[in-house]
């Protein structure tokens, strides 16, 4: 009868499977960055250094702290680092932190390809998806995409305050911020989880693939849904100062001394098709 062809006929979706989970026990799938600040095209203050008062573990949480001292010609010091691998293309990117507020600071998660470059160039061609970015004292939070040629070529999107979530965060909690990330769209979730292999939360925005691209020096466009089709890393960081923040009226003034941004998980989790029964 046709119930026996079931078994084999019946394919279904399996959802969202981890893939990576990380509590912090160790910084082992981390790499700290030394970066003075003026190599970071931002105009940052900070100078990042992989010392242990700048990046540590807690034993539960990576610790990203900033501090105001004379190091190497400036004046404040901070913890930036990058993915020891690169993940996806495509999955549910999802990082739990509490994130610092205050004058002049400018934390952000983000995805970025190792040295800002990949088989498309450099940035912005290579593609950079900042999951989660906030400024200065302000109740937001951002999420943006950048892409288009290697700069000054560069592009956004959402642009124009469009990249700004809906909705005040209370910033006193760690939440999880997160990229579901597929080919032919990003969507953008606060404080989600994934449940039976579904992602459950709250939808900040969603961008659709015909609104991303890249394109070589000459202007000439790859195929597909470059250049975000290929892996890339994690960048984790607390800037001081910078362009962006520092555009703010009054934030690069009375600038916080001490600041630090904890992460205390960070989940990949890969789509899926499995065979059901
Ligand atoms: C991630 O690992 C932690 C610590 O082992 C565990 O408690 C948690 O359930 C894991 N998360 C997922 C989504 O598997
Ligand atoms: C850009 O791409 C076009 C088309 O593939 C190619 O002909 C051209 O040589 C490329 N230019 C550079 C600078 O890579
Ligand atoms: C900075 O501190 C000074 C002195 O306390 C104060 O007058 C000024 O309003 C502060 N500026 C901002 C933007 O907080």
């Known amino acids: ?152 070529a560069n592009v956004q999107y959402p642009t124009g305050g469009n990249n700004r979530y809906p909705f005040s965060i209370d910033w006193t909690k760690p939440h999880y911020f997160g990229l579901q990330w597929q080919p032919t769209f990003m969507t953008f979730w606060f404080d989600a989880q994934v449940v039976n292999g579904q992602i459950q939360g709250t939808q900040i925005l969603t961008v659709t693939s015909d609104h991303w691209y890249s394109q070589n020096s000459s202007g000439q466009r790859y195929p597909g849904n470059a250049p975000f089709n290929v892996p890339t890393g994690f960048v984790l960081n607390v800037a001081v100062g910078g362009n962006w923040p520092c555009s703010v009226s009054g934030c690069c003034e009375n600038v916080s001394t001490s600041a630090s941004m904890e992460v205390f998980n960070v989940q990949v989790w890969e789509l899926t098709q499995s065979e059901d029964q």
């Not at 969202?16 to 970071?40: R, S």
């Open 1 to 152: 009868m046709i119930l026996s062809f079931l078994p084999i006929l019946t394919l279904v979706s399996g959802g969202y499977v981890i893939v990576f989970n990380d509590t912090f026990t160790n910084l082992n799938n981390w790499i700290a960055v030394t970066e003075p600040g003026k190599n970071t095209g931002n105009n940052e203050w900070e100078y990042y250094t992989t010392r242990s008062v700048n990046v540590y573990s807690t034993g539960h949480s990576l610790v990203l702290h900033a501090q105001k001292e004379s190091y190497q010609g400036y004046s404040y010091t901070s913890g930036k680092v990058i993915s020891a691998k690169e993940y996806g293309p495509y999955g549910f990117f999802n990082v739990l932190a509490q994130v610092p507020k205050g004058n002049g600071l400018w934390p952000a998660i983000w995805l970025l390809p190792p040295g800002a470059k990949n088989i498309y160039g450099t940035w912005a061609a290579c593609g950079e998806i900042d999951i989660m970015e906030t400024i200065c004292t302000g109740n937001s939070a951002y999420s943006t995409l950048h892409f288009g040629g290697p700069y000054p």
